[in-house]
């Protein structure tokens, strides 16, 4: 896009995730017309673990490696780096399908077990979709005790630090982003997709493919609601600061407050409403 071109590719994750339809313009004050409409692309992704069909989701193509990685750290399949071997977009044929990816785990994983936690379509809106039950996302994480303060005026900043890396936002207007910073208040790395979660789990993902998945970020910021899912895959990664430019959720509110985690909802335009562990933000 024009005047994006400095963006770091390896900041943003950038991919092809926009293409175009033709769509009737119409206004009250002007006469109708069509013209070609940019669209974000939402396409399945199959994941596979050793060969063997784990779960689909619906997602943003893009960032296919991280979205994976970050999947299997936040569902708990993986618990080191090094426990993934390999993720590849499978071969058929002579051709590479973009839509399947095969995860290799290390050796000794209890693959039956992990294939079973999940055995129906990921809708890309909602990260509990295909869970065997509501009582499997009450994964046991231990709670946060993070000493460190971070200034309000550092927070005031983050949305404004994240528009001009939200490239596929401001094509079609139809993808969340997530972002990870350092306390200093510095981007580490940005990802968009058509669903929130997987944005999340894209930056997660990111960390964990650069051997850095907990302990590395203070701060997460993600262009939505705050729902209980997006707390609880901020806990896995260890991140004590959650930002939200949305309103959260009752569980949301509750998960935070009982792990140790600081949740901010309604961050746009320098304000914001704090939720739990105010401790954490100095004047």
Same mark, same amino acid.
């Given at each position: 896009?024009?005047?994006?071109?400095?963006?770091?590719?390896? %900041?943003?994750?950038? *991919?092809?995730?926009?293409?175009?339809?033709?769509? *009737?313009?119409?206004? &009250?004050?002007?006469?109708?017309?069509?013209?070609?409409?940019?669209?974000?692309?939402?396409?399945?992704?199959?994941?596979? %673990?050793?060969?063997?069909?784990?779960?689909?989701?619906?997602?943003?193509?893009?960032?296919?490696?991280?979205?994976?990685?970050?999947? %299997?750290? +936040?569902?708990?399949?993986? /618990? /080191?780096?090094?426990?993934?071997?390999? $993720?590849?977009? !499978?071969?058929?044929?002579? &051709?590479? +399908?973009?839509?399947?990816?095969?995860?290799? $785990?290390?050796? #000794?994983?209890?693959?039956?077990?992990?294939?079973?936690?999940?055995?129906?379509?990921?809708?890309?809106?909602?990260?509990?979709?295909?869970?065997?039950?509501?009582?499997?996302?009450?994964?046991?994480?231990?709670?946060?005790?993070?000493? #460190?303060?971070?200034?309000?005026?550092?927070?005031?900043?983050?949305?404004? &630090?994240?528009?001009?890396?939200?490239?596929?936002?401001?094509?079609? #207007?139809?993808?969340?982003?997530?972002?990870?910073?350092?306390?200093?208040?510095? !981007?580490?790395?940005?990802?968009?997709?058509? *669903?929130?979660?997987?944005?999340?789990?894209?930056?997660?993902?990111?960390?964990?493919?650069?051997?850095?998945? +907990?302990?590395?970020?203070?701060?997460?910021?993600? +262009?939505?609601?705050?729902?209980?899912?997006?707390?609880?895959?901020?806990?896995?990664?260890?991140?004590?600061?959650?930002? !939200?430019?949305?309103?959260?959720?009752?569980?949301?509110?509750?998960?935070?407050?009982?792990?140790? &985690?600081? $949740?901010?909802?309604?961050?746009?335009? *320098?304000?914001?409403?704090?939720?739990?562990?105010?401790?954490?933000?100095?004047?």
């Amino acid at each position: 896009m024009e005047g994006r071109s400095a963006l770091n590719p390896s %900041l943003t994750g950038a *991919g092809q995730a926009v293409t175009s339809r033709s769509a *009737g313009k119409y206004s &009250q004050d002007a006469p109708g017309c069509w013209a070609e409409d940019r669209l974000a692309i939402e396409e399945p992704l199959e994941i596979r %673990l050793g060969g063997k069909s784990w779960v689909v989701t619906l997602r943003s193509p893009g960032a296919d490696h991280d979205l994976v990685a970050g999947l %299997l750290w +936040t569902e708990g399949v993986v /618990t /080191t780096p090094s426990d993934i071997l390999e $993720l590849a977009h !499978c071969e058929q044929g002579e &051709q590479v +399908t973009s839509n399947i990816m095969n995860a290799f $785990l290390k050796p #000794g994983l209890n693959l039956e077990g992990i294939l079973g936690q999940r055995g129906l379509p990921a809708n890309a809106s909602c990260g509990l979709c295909g869970k065997v039950s509501i009582e499997s996302v009450h994964r046991k994480f231990p709670v946060l005790d993070w000493p #460190g303060r971070v200034p309000r005026s550092i927070i005031y900043g983050l949305e404004r &630090q994240l528009h001009p890396h939200q490239q596929a936002f401001a094509s079609t #207007g139809g993808v969340h982003a997530a972002a990870l910073f350092d306390e200093s208040g510095r !981007c580490q790395v940005v990802r968009e997709d058509v *669903g929130r979660h997987n944005a999340v789990d894209k930056v997660i993902g990111s960390q964990v493919r650069a051997g850095a998945p +907990t302990g590395a970020s203070a701060i997460l910021l993600v +262009t939505s609601r705050a729902s209980f899912e997006i707390v609880q895959k901020a806990l896995s990664a260890r991140i004590p600061i959650i930002a !939200c430019a949305s309103a959260p959720s009752s569980l949301a509110v509750d998960f935070a407050q009982a792990n140790g &985690q600081t $949740l901010i909802g309604f961050l746009r335009e *320098g304000r914001f409403n704090l939720y739990t562990h105010p401790e954490r933000l100095a004047d």
